[in-house]
């Protein structure tokens, strides 16, 4: 069949579209009536083998006609998802309905939208780039779809630690809440307590990957005052999780993939992209910080998206990421209380967890304010 498709390229780059098109036409059809009176599709129907010759036959054209590697590269990728076929399957058959509208949704998010989006400066003070905010969104999101999506896949299966650790991935607070309520509900299994504090140093290393990706210059100071917080909160962690019992792990958090909040967050990131430029010319960096850290109890992903596109003579590094640090103590604390008033005594050793991880943070974050 390729042979065929490459023939017919040739034919069809000498100027001969008919007999062109009459070569592929018949080896379209040999291979519909070829699938179509094989005995085994009405026992168990199968699309792969047609789907597989046509893309043959169009890579076989396009080879032809005078774009081998374009058609080598399309060969191997088909190749390589035939070899996974079973995998794939698999794969598929563990999304529900909801995964696969998420997912859908995602496409619309990052396809539809960002490429026709315009690369400029506009609005108050110059603050909205519209292909860089939408950017933001399509990054934040799919960080937070990949996370959901290997928890769906694995999570449940390898019990309470795994849809923790994965959970924390992209939403820290929710695994929190989910985890201290079996706790509080008298339905644990005994996990929970690791999988609360392994979720919250999760989420320290999220948002140090988020800060390198969305505000570079700030990493370096940044990652020096969290990864005291990260080992803490994972030594932690790991020390429950080797007292805890193995046992199935609860639903995961809700899909994040919706289009109304990746259009608040738009918004959220646009209003705070004009309050720092709007401060940057009425206060110094104090009140700059200050924003940011107010900013970031509300969402931690936005105060780094708004810390990374402040201009460097703006506000010092170190402040900048001590701000960030500060944010996510903030949400430390709305997790401690999460896990007392949910868990009640039954989530003491979590507390203690998280607490000890937020004094290695605060410890941190004073030890930076005195540099500053």
């Given at each position: 069949m390729g042979l065929i498709a490459g023939i017919a390229g040739l034919v069809g780059s000498l100027h001969q579209t008919a007999a062109a098109g009459a070569l592929i036409a018949g080896a379209a059809a040999i291979l519909a009536i070829g699938y179509w009176n094989r005995p085994d599709i009405a026992v168990r129907p199968d699309a792969t083998s047609p789907i597989a010759g046509i893309a043959t036959l169009g890579l076989g054209f396009l080879a032809g006609h005078g774009n081998?590697?374009?058609?080598?590269?399309?060969?191997?990728?088909a190749t390589f998802l035939l070899a996974l076929k079973d995998e794939v399957h698999g794969f598929i058959g563990k999304l529900d309905e909801e995964d696969v509208k998420a997912?859908?949704?995602?496409?619309?998010?990052?396809?539809?939208?960002?490429?026709?989006?315009?690369?400029?400066?506009?609005?108050?003070?110059?603050?909205?780039?519209?292909?860089?905010?939408?950017?933001?969104?399509?990054?934040?999101?799919g960080f937070s779809f990949l996370g959901y999506v290997a928890n769906r896949?694995?999570?449940?299966?390898?019990?309470?630690?795994?849809?923790?650790?994965?959970?924390?991935?992209?939403?820290?607070t929710a695994v929190t809440q989910s985890l201290a309520q079996r706790l509080g509900s008298g339905e644990a299994s005994g996990a929970e307590p690791a999988g609360i504090a392994l979720a919250s140093a999760v989420m320290y290393l999220r948002v140090i990957v988020l800060v390198a990706l969305l505000a570079t210059r700030l990493i370096v100071p940044f990652a020096l005052i969290v990864t005291p917080a990260l080992l803490v909160g994972a030594a932690a962690g790991l020390w429950l999780f080797r007292r805890a019992p193995r046992a199935e792990g609860p639903s995961p958090p809700g899909n994040p993939i919706a289009l109304r909040p990746a259009f608040g967050f738009v918004l959220f990131v646009a209003g705070a992209a004009v309050a720092a430029a709007w401060a940057e010319g009425r206060f110094g960096q104090q009140g700059i910080g200050l924003l940011l850290l107010i900013i970031g109890t509300m969402d931690v992903d936005v105060a780094i998206v708004t810390a990374g596109g402040l201009p460097v003579e703006t506000i010092s590094e170190l402040f900048a990421a001590t701000a960030l640090a500060g944010t996510i103590l903030a949400n430390m604390a709305v997790k401690l209380g999460i896990t007392l008033i949910y868990g009640r005594?039954?989530?003491?050793?979590?507390?203690i967890a998280l607490g000890a991880s937020m004094v290695a943070l605060g410890a941190s974050i004073a030890i930076a304010l005195t540099a500053t």
């Open positions: 081998p590697a374009l058609a080598m590269v399309g060969a191997t990728i997912l859908a949704r995602y496409a619309v998010i990052a396809g539809a939208v960002l490429p026709f989006l315009p690369n400029g400066n506009f609005g108050p003070y110059g603050a909205w780039n519209p292909q860089k905010l939408w950017l933001i969104v399509v990054l934040v999101t896949l694995v999570g449940a299966r390898h019990g309470t630690i795994a849809t923790a650790v994965i959970g924390g991935l992209y939403s820290s005594q039954k989530s003491r050793s979590a507390a």
